[in-house]
């Protein structure tokens, strides 16, 4: 990766240390996450919210280790805080970013986007890997983000979230897909723009109590990042279902929004 993104690696590794990230559940010993798989050879990315928790401990709560390993923590790195890091630290840690997806990713999370993104000619994985995952804000954090509560969230935005904007403007991502409504919602804040929205009735979620939850699609491009330029206009569409947590999301509504975005991203997928 580039000395750019390395520098923003630098600045998020200050961030962390801050009395504000400890106090809104930030796992301050984990390094942040700027992506997954490398941004610079990619070309779609779909985007999240945070990091999991489980990128850095197993289901008891302690901190992957040996082979389990995906992304460095101080005590990998044998160091006391991180203000100690060096440049051979940095480079250790944005490794651990391109070659996710070769050393046990956490595949009950990313082979459903996988699965989305390959209508798009796109993949995560293997020598022909040419799709990135990246989250609005970097930090994995000890609970899920909507335990969060809005003030910790926003303050959490806030912090980091132009990282984002870093990362695109250094990149060769033309299409970002995104994955659920809350990510959709923080996308417009920290991008200042309002996407187009239909409902498509395929995508509906049906209910016990009669009242069906409606699919929505978004669209649109953008930009800058809040206050990044990104001297680009970058594709975004996305989709009000969580496709790993919201309830009822069938194989069907998968399906369709999987063609759906096969169909309407613009990027072109040239093969050799």
């Not at 994955?179 to 200042?192: C, K, Q, Y």
């Amino acid at each position: 990766m580039n000395r750019k993104i390395q520098n923003e690696v630098s600045k998020l590794l200050e961030i962390i240390t801050l009395k504000d990230m400890r106090s809104n559940d930030v796992i301050t010993w984990g390094s942040p996450v700027i992506s997954f798989g490398d941004p610079t050879t990619s070309i779609i990315a779909t985007l999240g919210l945070n990091p999991s928790n489980r990128e850095f401990v197993d289901k008891a709560g302690q901190e992957l280790t040996g082979k389990k390993r995906r992304f460095h923590t101080l005590s990998s790195l044998k160091l006391k805080k991180w203000s100690d890091i060096n440049d051979t630290h940095l480079s250790l840690i944005t490794k651990t970013y391109s070659g996710y997806f070769e050393n046990n990713p956490y595949t009950n999370w990313f082979n459903c986007l996988d699965d989305l993104i390959s209508s798009a000619g796109a993949t995560f994985y293997g020598a022909d890997a040419n799709a990135c995952h990246l989250d609005l804000v970097p930090y994995a954090t000890k609970v899920k983000w909507g335990k969060l509560g809005t003030e910790k969230q926003t303050t959490l935005l806030k912090a980091s979230s132009g990282s984002l904007g870093v990362i695109l403007k250094n990149s060769n991502i033309d299409c970002i897909i995104l994955n659920g409504m809350s990510v959709l919602r923080a996308f417009e804040f920290i991008s200042d723009v309002k996407l187009s929205t239909k409902e498509v009735h395929a995508w509906s979620l049906p209910r016990s109590n009669g009242k069906s939850v409606k699919g929505i699609s978004f669209s649109g491009h953008i930009s800058r990042i809040l206050n990044c330029k990104l001297g680009r206009e970058i594709q975004v569409l996305g989709y009000n279902h969580n496709l790993q947590s919201s309830f009822g999301v069938t194989k069907s509504v998968k399906s369709s929004i999987k063609a759906w975005v096969g169909r309407n991203q613009e990027v072109i997928i040239l093969e050799e």
